[in-house]
């Protein structure tokens, strides 16, 4: 496939599954035989704070990091972690989002007015992004049967939104294989309510 | 995600340290060795789930120095060897490395160097590469997965041939970049080995014969720089061959090099060098020759660019070498492309691809709403009760923390780590804080720490009448890495059976006379243990003792409890913010007209039951509570 280049990061805190669901996403560029690069966090940066995988897929990728400005989707599975991205967003970036805000324990400690989901919403429009798509995904989650399938949910949201650039069914496909036997049925079940959340 | 050992010419999705891990299956791998630490320890991770199948041998040993140790005793016996360590844990291994290049190895030995520019989860920026000139050892630097296997394979055999250890260094976008890899065959055997001694005196390093072997290694490099360094896989040119501006790079900045260059269309000759140490001098003095100028594209030090600078007066004295001396680009972080960008337009004045003042300000007007959201503590963390307990029992004492998640007490509202420094440093600064103040000390240490460098300063402080208190915060596991094994664990790397070595047994023996071992989930008891480990006259030990949570949930999981969070009873709460001021779990909710616990978060352990002083903290139907009923001790 003729794909130039496709930017995809997704944001959220660490715990979320958040690598998880970037694999799938490698997993299906990957099916279609296109070029990747994902970046991802390891180590003591991803306990519970903000984090972000990058992935690039297209003919050619040479770096594994975007550049500011150049995101085509960002998948937030927390909204103030889609704020975050903000030098990432621009006029070609559709924006999936939960709505579940968790604020860090660390705001009130410090005594940080954290935004609610309207003024997250007015700051990203700031941002120009193409679209904005948000979705209660941790309660689609735990209707599915487990909050933890949230990722799974933000994964079918991405898939029905239109907005990758992957046939048909090949995302789904690519999450049944990458899920553990044990959560499989779970994962597929979050991911069809999501999907289903967000088309028109 | 990708199947480590799928066939030959399979194409698998690896991250470069799977990679590098199947480099090795391809080269030929017999024993592999290793302490985990970030960004290096998914190589470890990789091979230890494949060990057993394949027939190698693999541990987690106690530190990066006995890690080498095993692998190069391995190597003097003919087999194939790997060990790998971020960039600090190399410190620690240093004293045996710097002997090693010049005894050499008979098997193939590789020593694979993972360096953290941007310190995303280490305590500095140092850079690697000045290790191998400095110990005289082959270093490789691949860009990518790709790279990173197949120069992991090509070091065993050149190792072998040259009969001295190949370093790989990489960096964190390198280690923790995914991208297809194709496969090649795996090679990797159980096969044993001999000692022989090639000569009598090969491993005797004594004056007159370490003498004799410093030259040998010299003359190893001169030949290694002639025959290896300045050919294809490792050295190669890419962009315009034409132009007259020239780009000189390696690793993870060659991959930013190549986008900002197609991003831009600017015309460059670029050099990617692949051996780092010896350097191609003649190669780079070749293409320097035909440049007006060159830029040079490295991440930290000026390594590469000093180097270029010295070839090119012997080469092309009038050609301009940019980079980090020149100001073009930064000493300091990571790069990105913007930072090629950046360097590029500073050289060359080009045009950006992307508006960067109007993404700036954009997202400057932003990020300001966006509260930090620094690494914490998870839900039900041990440490935050033992946090909790330090605080209201030893208020007053430095406390001197060390490497691991514990770290992260410096935060508020914990406040009980004053210095977190090196690997086992918290006892040994606390030896010394206890000969030079009067002053309560406390030394917070982890379980994994405490076997890696703890217990000499702990012999220290015994022996010489130290009076301080060591907590030895015991998660059972390699947390902050995830979860690996370590010698206290009933386990070993390959998921055999293991002597698990008793902390506290450890600790008696040392002459410790004060020794409490508690659950910290019971935050009176370990309140009291450290209160009368203070008063004690001489070295006291609390043991806190309590699985990781994130070992708990899995198991839970597993074995099919629903995780039921805790909930706060509003009838109850008075917004008194207690929990928050001195617990503060991230699953904690300030509503501003009282406090909530965010479900999605909660892993309901019941610990913070105990810190609300009007009983506001409730289970619900199906809420276990880990004290009480004993999960995770």
């Known amino acids: ?200 | 995600m990708g199947d480590l050992l799928a066939p030959e010419g399979s194409v698998e999705v690896l991250l470069g340290n799977e990679a590098i891990a199947r480099g090795a299956l391809e080269g030929g791998l017999n024993v592999a060795a290793a302490y985990p630490g970030t960004p290096s320890t998914e190589i470890g991770e990789a091979l230890s789930k494949v060990a057993k199948k394949v027939g190698i041998y693999f541990e987690w040993s106690a530190n990066e120095k006995v890690a080498t140790e095993v692998t190069m005793a391995a190597a003097w016996s003919g087999l194939r060897s790997l060990t790998m360590m971020k960039h600090v844990g190399f410190n620690v291994a240093s004293d045996a490395i710097f002997t090693l290049a010049y005894a050499g190895v008979i098997g193939g030995m590789v020593i694979v160097s993972a360096d953290d520019p941007h310190a995303h989860s280490s305590q500095n920026e140092q850079d690697n590469r000045h290790y191998a000139e400095s110990v005289g050892l082959p270093m490789l630097e691949p860009y990518g997965p790709q790279e990173a296997k197949e120069f992991t394979r090509i070091a065993f055999d050149l190792s072998e041939k040259y009969r001295i250890p190949f370093m790989i260094r990489t960096t964190t976008r390198v280690s923790h970049q995914r991208a297809p890899v194709r496969l090649g065959k795996i090679t990797a055997s159980g096969k044993k080995g001999e000692f022989v001694l090639p000569e009598p005196d090969r491993y005797l390093q004594v004056g007159a014969i370490a003498r004799k072997h410093h030259k040998e290694l010299l003359e190893k490099l001169d030949r290694i720089r002639e025959e290896v360094a300045a050919k294809d896989p490792f050295l190669k040119f890419y962009g315009d061959e034409d132009s007259d501006f020239g780009i000189i790079t390696s690793g993870v900045s060659f991959a930013h090099t190549m986008e900002a260059l197609k991003l831009t269309g600017i015309k460059a000759k670029v050099l990617k060098l692949g051996m780092t140490f010896p350097l191609p001098e003649e190669r780079i003095g070749d293409f320097l020759s035909g440049l007006s100028t060159v830029l040079i594209v490295e991440e930290l030090d000026p390594y590469l660019e000093v180097r270029v600078k010295a070839i090119a007066k012997d080469y092309a004295p009038d050609v301009d070498v940019l980079g980090k001396l020149t100001g073009h680009m930064p000493r300091v972080w990571e790069y990105r492309v913007r930072t090629v960008l950046e360097g590029l337009s500073k050289a060359l004045g080009i045009k950006y691809p992307v508006n960067f003042p109007e993404i700036d300000r954009r997202s400057s007007k932003v990020l300001k709403r966006v509260p930090p959201r620094p690494p914490v503590l998870c839900p039900a963390c041990p440490h935050r009760s033992t946090g909790y307990a330090l605080r209201r029992a030893a208020g007053r004492a430095y406390f001197v923390g060390d490497i691991g998640c514990y770290a992260l007490l410096f935060q508020k509202p914990f406040r009980v780590e004053h210095v977190t420094h090196a690997m086992g440093a918290s006892i040994g600064v606390a030896n010394g804080l206890n000969i030079a103040t009067e002053n309560d000390v406390v030394a917070l240490i982890g379980d994994s720490t405490f076997f890696h460098a703890g217990i000499p300063a702990l012999i220290n402080a015994v022996h010489n009448k130290r009076k301080m208190t060591v907590i030895i915060m015991d998660n059972r596991t390699t947390a902050m890495t995830g979860h690996q094994p370590h010698p206290g664990t009933e386990v070993d790397a390959m998921g055999q059976q293991a002597e698990a070595v008793d902390i506290e047994k450890v600790v008696r023996s040392i002459g410790v006379d004060f020794v409490k071992v508690v659950d910290p989930y019971d935050h009176k008891a370990t309140e009291k243990a450290i209160r009368e480990a203070l008063k004690h006259d001489g070295v006291s030990v609390v043991i806190t003792k309590r699985e990781c949570a994130l070992l708990t949930v899995a198991r839970l999981r597993r074995e099919g409890k629903k995780i039921v969070p805790y909930r706060v009873d509003p009838e109850k709460c008075t917004y008194c913010r207690v929990c928050l001021n001195t617990f503060a779990c991230p699953a904690f909710v300030d509503t501003g007209k009282l406090v909530e616990i965010d479900p999605t978060v909660c892993f309901g352990c019941g610990a913070c039951v105990q810190v609300c002083p009007y009983d506001a903290i409730v289970p619900q139907e199906g809420s276990l509570n880990w004290r009480d009923e004993r999960i995770g001790v």
């Open chain 1, 1 to 200: 496939m003729e794909l130039e280049e496709f930017n995809i990061i997704v944001s959220g805190v660490g715990g979320q599954g958040i690598l998880f669901a970037t694999n799938v996403l490698a997993k299906a560029a990957l099916k279609m035989g296109l070029d990747l690069t994902q970046s991802e966090v390891h180590g003591l940066s991803q306990r519970y704070g903000s984090i972000h995988t990058e992935l690039r897929i297209g003919k050619k990728v040479w770096s594994p990091l975007i550049l500011e400005g150049t995101l085509d989707l960002l998948i937030a599975i927390e909204p103030l972690e889609a704020l975050r991205m903000a030098p990432y967003i621009s006029e070609r970036t559709t924006v999936i989002m939960n709505t579940h805000i968790i604020p860090p324990v660390g705001a009130y400690l410090e005594r940080f007015d954290v935004p609610d989901l309207d003024e997250i919403l007015s700051l990203m429009s700031e941002l120009n992004p193409k679209k904005v798509i948000t979705l209660k995904a941790s309660e689609l989650a735990e209707k599915a049967g487990d909050v933890i399938a949230t990722n799974s949910v933000m994964l079918g949201a991405a898939d029905g939104s239109g907005a990758l650039p992957f046939p048909d069914g090949l995302l789904r496909e690519a999450l049944e294989e990458a899920s553990p036997p044990r959560y499989r049925d779970l994962n597929l079940r979050a991911f069809d309510l999501g999907r289903e959340a967000v088309r028109v």
